[in-house]
């Protein structure tokens, strides 16, 4: 690896190995998962049933920092109040998985994680979930043609090269940027159903991104403005609403073309 992608990479992946807590922590029954990515690189995930034979479930690509344990409470709260079920896993070197992170490295784990979630759950229902960085792998698998019931994205950004520039005005970010994570190239390519959800108080990945993303992704399609949320605590931020909201595009992920904003919260 050269210099600049050493360099890329530690700004780019914060993975942390030690697991904290499991859904059981919070009353959720899970199955410890072992699986290999695509290339063959040995993975760890967790698997919620849903609560019934006919309940979608999510396959979720996570953010870029952290590990599935730290999306463990989140994962009760998906379960209670959709009830859903959940696979979850780490990219390559995070949690317990093996190897490193890298952008091909990420969407081979994607396509591992949807191979196993797959040979036990039908395509109408399974739901793509994609938070931040996650945001990007889920939709480089949507767009490959993978079939699933809908994508769901939350606080997307429109490539790493945006991101880049945002964070360093005033450097050619494009000259030593060589990872794309680009989903305003790959979305328009996606033919399912498209839920976006942004916090109007996103300190990290601007509101503006995610709305370019929705004006580019093809109908149907839904966005959803969460107020008062930051870029990570939008599950918390969000309260009825934002679970309302999620409730209305699972029940129903074909219907029309909206954008709407949840209830300002209580002060």
């Known amino acids: 690896m050269s210099f600049s992608g050493f360099v890329e990479n530690f700004f780019l992946y914060h993975p942390i190995r030690k697991i904290d807590v499991t859904p059981a922590d ?3 029954p899970f199955q410890d998962v072992r699986f290999e990515a695509r290339d063959g690189v040995r993975l760890h995930g967790w698997y919620v049933e849903p609560p019934g034979p006919d309940r979608p479930v999510l396959l979720w690509a996570h953010g870029n920092a952290g590990n599935l344990s730290h999306r463990a409470r989140n994962i009760a709260m998906i379960h209670q109040e959709l009830h859903a079920g959940v696979f979850l896993f ?3 070197g995070f949690g317990r998985s093996e190897g490193k992170p890298g952008e091909s490295g ?7 994680a949807y191979a196993w979630l797959r040979r036990r759950v039908p395509p109408e229902r ?7 960085l996650g945001a990007a792998v889920m939709v480089r698998i949507a767009a490959e043609g993978a079939a699933a019931r809908g994508l769901i994205l939350e606080s997307p950004f429109e490539s790493l090269v945006a991101m880049g520039r945002k964070v360093f005005p005033f450097l050619p970010v494009s ?3 060589s990872q794309e994570f680009d989903n305003l190239s790959y979305l328009p390519r996606v033919r399912m159903p498209v839920f976006i ?7 990290i990945v ?3 991104q995610g709305q370019r993303l929705f004006e580019q992704a093809n109908t149907p399609k839904r966005f959803y403005v969460i107020p008062g949320s930051g870029h990570n605590d939008t599950w918390l931020a969000g309260g009825g609403p934002y679970w309302d909201a999620w409730r209305s595009f699972m029940a129903d992920p074909g219907h029309g073309t909206t954008e709407s904003k949840g209830r300002q919260p209580k002060p």
Do not use: K, M, N
């Not at 399974?126 to 931040?132: E, H, L």
């Open 197 to 203: 959800l942004h916090g109007d108080a996103d300190e």
């Open 126 to 132: 399974i739901f793509f979930f994609g938070r931040s």
């Open 175 to 177: 000259w030593f940027v």
């Open 206 to 208: 601007p509101l503006a």
């Open 90 to 92: 780490d990219y390559r």
């Open 26 to 28: 919070y009353g959720v």
């Open 106 to 112: 990420l969407y081979e784990d994607a396509r591992g």
